[in-house]
Structure formats: C-alpha cells, structure tokens
C-alpha cells in the first residue's frame, strides 16, 4: 500500500549541487558501501543517500506522510489504490489527503465541496482523532528511545536531535534514522520522510524534498545554493502576508536575500529582517527542545447549516469547551489564553482572544471566556464553524487556584470535578449538563 502510494505521486527529484559524495546507505537495508553503483550490492534497492556529511550531521525533522490518510489506509487495506480525504462533511475542510487525492489538487485545509470537485471519487472518511493520537503517541515514544532531545511541532512530526548517540546505537545518525523509519513502517504501517542537516531550519526544509518515504540531506557546504532558488515563502515564520509584502518589495527567491546586508533588511523589516539574513543564508542556532510540546488545545465544527442565533451557537460552544477541558486535564496541563474562532458563511475567519488572571484546566472557565467574546460578535451573522482554544500552556498543578473573590468560584469548580469523576466511571453520558444536552439534541435533530 505504501509503495502504491509512493508510485502515485513521484515529484520530480530536487537536485543539490554537493561537494564530493561519501559512502552511501542503503534506506532499505542499511547497507553501507563504497562503490559508485546506483544500486544497493546487499539488496538491489535503488533508495540510496549519498552525501559527504552524511556522518557528521545530526539534527533531524521527521514528518509522517499523509497522516491520517496512511492510518485510514492501513486499517483498510481495499483503499489502499484509492483517492481518500480525511476531513468533514459537505461543508467541512479537509484535515489531510493521500498522495493520490493530491494529484487531482486536493490540499489540507480546503473546502470539502472544492476537493470533492475537483475528486469526485474521492472516499471521504470522517477524522478519528483518538486513533490518530494513539497512533502518533507510539511513534513519538520510539524517536524518545533514539535521544530523549525529541520537540513535538504536531501529532506526526518532530525534530530530533541525535547528537552523542552513536555509541549507543553502535550506528551514526543517519543509519539510525533510516532504521527507524524502516521499522516504524514495518512495526505501524505509516511511512515517514526525514530531512537530516546541520540544524532545525535545513532540516525542515530537507524533509519536504521528497515525499512520500523521502529521506533528504542538506549539508552546510551547499546550504546557500540549495536554499537560492527557493521561494521567500519556504523561510520558516514567512507566512502568505509577509510573503507578498516582500514580493511587493521586489523579493521572491531566498537567493535575493543572500545578496542584501543584514543592516539593510533589519532597517525595512525589524527584528524579521534580521532572521531573514540568517535563515537565508542557512543559519539557524535554535536547539532542539524536548519540553515543548503542544502550544494550544483547541476544539472546533462546522455546521450542516449557517447558525446566526446566540441561543443555538451557546450550547455547541458548551459542548466544545468541554471537549478542551477534558484534553486538558486529561494531558496534565491548564492555560491562560482563551481564543474564540468563527468562520463566516462566506469563509472569513474571525478569532478572539482574552487572557485570564489565572491559568484553567475547567470547562466552566473556559465558556465563560468564550460566551464573553461570542456575545460581541454575534451581531446577525451567519456562521459556520465556531471553535475554542486555550493557549499559555502550563503544568497543570497552577490551574484554578481559590479565587477569594469569588467565593461560588471553587463550589464550580468541586462540582465539575465531581462531574469529571462521575463520567470516568460511568461514561461520558453519565451527567449531562443542560446547554451540554441541547448540543447533543439539537445535532440529533439536524440528522434525521
């Protein structure tokens, strides 16, 4: 299946103009040697890495390939030649795809009517994010088995810095890595692609090169030639406004930003401006940071039909905040930042945002916040998707401490908890709170 998917979507290799090569690794095999062959002697693959620092780099971005869609895949193998979208219903957006529905122009985060045009036979599955998790909770656990310097960016990528390990796994970075992604696909049945370079920004770069199974190597010798014909748009913290505001300014390729001064570029973008000079030029001195984690819990949906009524959006932004609550607890964190997000009926995202005095891991907390900011913003709009976040990340032990003002603040809170207990035993539906059950009612309604 995997192979399949490989096949289906073969981009054009990236050609990196490198000093001499050194022995080359076989991806399927491990095999080092030192001929010139295009194939492996050991095992007649053709997936070979060849480059001259091949042993010298350790700093790593390991990205799974098409997620969601590769789980789907693997757990039912009659779609394993099919075009799938994982996403929403008619009027959702696509979380993922495979690499087939990408050949017809399918993307993450596009209007599922749109995919659907443009993929009719598409087979759309609804996201199973509990699967997911499980799924990429194993995967992280086995990259912390290779260095404990692992930092999660999402559920199926992660860098890794692998620096030192070579005594322990009697192999050097590079043959590590290609052994794990073989045995992460042979183990769990996802393919991944690695991107292996001197630090976190070529890494990254390098991962996307070749997709699906790709395993990329960008050196600091051919770091600035490999990096001068891309677009401003592949350097990290380049989003699409910035992007044009600089294509405006006359700059579209990284190259063009080699060839200015640092002093100029912080004169006209400030502090951005200098990080450009730097990235640029493949320079990136952030380290791998193992405690970072997630930067947000957030829950979200979208409606069968335009919702513009506070009474109706109220019981699902109950529902959602509930839903945050418990990954919260669930994950042993709380937070501060409580972001509030609607999507229009014409496709405008508006989102806001306010910051409480204390960081909160409770449902009750985190609705309050967000019935505060719906309340301004339902003004006779039509939406169709309404979600919330909670940002600030922080150990759980600080969330919701005794607030002497509010003395009704800590009875919400034992009874949440108490709630909390009731639903661990005896199931989600055990106890229902009113707003919760008009949620649930009113979804119902919607299906039948």
Known sequence: MIQAEQQAFAPDPVVIHMVPENRAL??????????????????GSPRLVRHAELDM??????????FYAAIEKRDNPELSDQPVIVGGGQRGVVSTCCYIARIYGVRSAMPMFKALEACPDAVVIKPDMEKYARVGKEIRERMR????????????????????????????????LSK??????????????????????????ASDLEKPRGFSVIGAAEAKTVLAAMPVGRIWGVGKVFQ????????????????????????????????LAKLSNGEDTRSVEPGRGAKSVSSETTFRTDISTLDTLRPILRSLSEKVSARLKKSGICGRGITLKLKTADFRTTTRARHLADPTQLADRIYAAGEALLDIETDGRKFRLIGIGVSDLE????????????QSAERRKNAELAVDRLRDKFGKSAVELGLTHAAKVAEKAKKT
């Open 395 to 406: 150990p759980a032990e600080r969330a919701d401490p005794k607030d002497l003002l509010d």
């Open 244 to 275: 044009q505001k600089l294509e405006r300014d006359g700059i579209r390729t990284i190259g063009q930003l080699q060839t200015m001064e640092s002093v100029d570029l912080a004169r006209r973008y400030g502090s951005i401006g200098l990080r």
């Open 57 to 66: 780099l350790s700093i790593a971005h390991i990205d799974c390939d098409a």
């Open 26 to 43: 076989c991806r399927d095999c491990g095999n080092r040697f030192e001929a010139a062959s295009s194939r492996c002697p050991s095992c």
């Open 180 to 205: 794990f992604v073989r045995d992460v696909e042979d183990d769990i049945g996802i393919s991944a692609s690695v991107g292996l370079a001197p630090n976190k920004f070529l890494a990254k770069l």
């Open 145 to 176: 088995a290779l260095t404990p310097l692992v930092e999660p960016l999402s559920i199926d990528e992660a860098f890794l810095d692998l620096t030192g390990t070579q005594r322990l796994h009697h192999a050097t970075p590079a043959e590590t």
